[in-house]
């Protein structure tokens, strides 16, 4: 069952949790303490057994929705899920057409009442929904196909963005290219990038994901969606973007390497080019980041090296940093895949998965930061 898994990992690799015990610094003048966090707890969202979460979105701290995946290794029962915490508990929101999904890899908020989730639909086509806590239901797309695949959302308020890859629409090419589905007002179009590659998040205005062989940036400019200058960087790739705003914005990813050698990638924009970070010396692997807005990022991933213990790097005042939580007992491994930022109460939460040391999966969500730490029953 682990190979069946990884097999599906890179583009929704799921995450974990446990709490944070010790922090790694980076190199500084004068190093800061050992502890940054004022408190840390890993609770769940309650998934059914064999559950995982692939994508997390605080619109405050009392409207937080995940999204992710029941049932994994059964073919008939395997259903995306879509949760929500209301400031008190998680609550399973109901997914109200037949078709349904089979795995959610993304979720994004026009507004409060206006949420985007997206995946895999049970028919074979690439899965839109939208919804409130009421309920989600479907939303067809003309112009997307069987085999296309979905992997990243961003909304604002009368427009959705939704990204991934797809076979060219150009007959004569079999090239997978990267697909931009955009909604205004009802009205759907879908775009290819004009090389080969794959798109796997989006947010304000720009989509990252890979070649193949090397990362690619698109960046929307007017009606069109056009490849950016990144550093060249062999084997690199890039998994999701946070943007603050036009000068602003952090991308993570790896490089690979070759099987079992793959190396952290950070890019970061400053308005007018992407230039590479500086991290400190691991092998890990990062999926998900988000910030508060000013200045500071948090990375979400996981370390083969110590595969138990939860894995992020913290960006603030210029430095990257290692934080690192506690291994519990009986957990073989875990993954932070998706991460964000509750405005307002110093706190990040990340969601994914652990494995057990029988193979078995459960989702965990994991919050920590300064302010008034959460309810002691989620």
């Known amino acids: 069952m682990t190979r069946r898994f990884q097999r599906r990992a890179l583009s929704l690799i799921l995450a974990t949790s446990v709490a944070w015990s010790q922090v790694t610094p980076a190199a500084h003048a004068e190093p800061r303490p050992a502890s940054v966090e004022a408190w840390e707890k890993s609770t769940s969202a309650r998934l059914v057994a064999d559950g995982s979460l692939s994508d997390v979105l605080a619109v405050s701290a009392t409207n937080v929705w ?67 806590t009421g309920g989600f239901s479907r939303v067809r797309v003309d112009g997307l196909w069987g085999g296309d695949w979905l992997g990243g959302v961003d909304a604002r308020t009368g427009r959705v963005v939704a990204v991934g890859s797809g076979k060219s629409r150009d007959q004569r090419s079999t090239e997978m290219v990267g697909l931009i589905v955009t909604g205004e007002d009802g009205r759907w179009t879908v775009r290819e990038t004009e090389s080969a590659g794959a798109l796997y998040a989006v947010d304000g205005g720009f989509a990252v994901g890979d070649t193949g062989t090397r990362p690619l940036i698109v960046h929307e400019s007017g009606d069109t969606w056009k490849a950016v200058p990144v550093p060249d960087i062999p084997g690199g790739y890039l998994r999701d973007v946070q ?97 964000t930022y509750l405005t307002g109460k110093g706190a990040v939460w990340a969601v994914g998965h652990a494995v057990d040391t029988g193979d078995r999966y459960t989702d965990v969500v994991e919050s920590f930061g300064t302010g008034s730490p959460p309810p002691k029953d989620s």
């Open 66 to 132: 995940a999204v992710g995946q029941q049932q994994i290794w059964d073919v008939w029962k395997n259903r995306g899920t879509i949760r929500h915490w209301d400031g008190t508990r998680w609550a399973e929101v109901a997914i109200r057409d037949a078709t349904g999904a089979v795995n959610l890899r993304g979720v994004a908020a026009a507004s409060a009442s206006e949420v985007w989730a997206i995946g895999d639909g049970v028919d074979g086509l690439p899965y839109l929904a939208q919804g409130d």
């Open 243 to 339: 943007a603050d705003s036009s000068k602003r914005a952090v991308a993570v990813g790896g490089v690979y390497h070759g099987p079992g050698d793959v190396e952290p990638l950070v890019l970061s924009w400053n308005g007018k080019r992407w230039k590479r970070e500086t991290l400190p010396a691991t092998g890990s692997r990062l999926y998900g980041v988000t910030g508060d807005g000013k200045g500071r990022y948090w990375a979400a991933g996981h370390d083969p090296a110590q595969p138990a213990e939860p894995f992020m790097l913290r960006y603030e005042k210029g430095d990257w940093e290692i934080i690192r939580g506690g291994a519990a007992r009986g957990r073989d491994s875990v993954r932070l895949q998706a991460v």
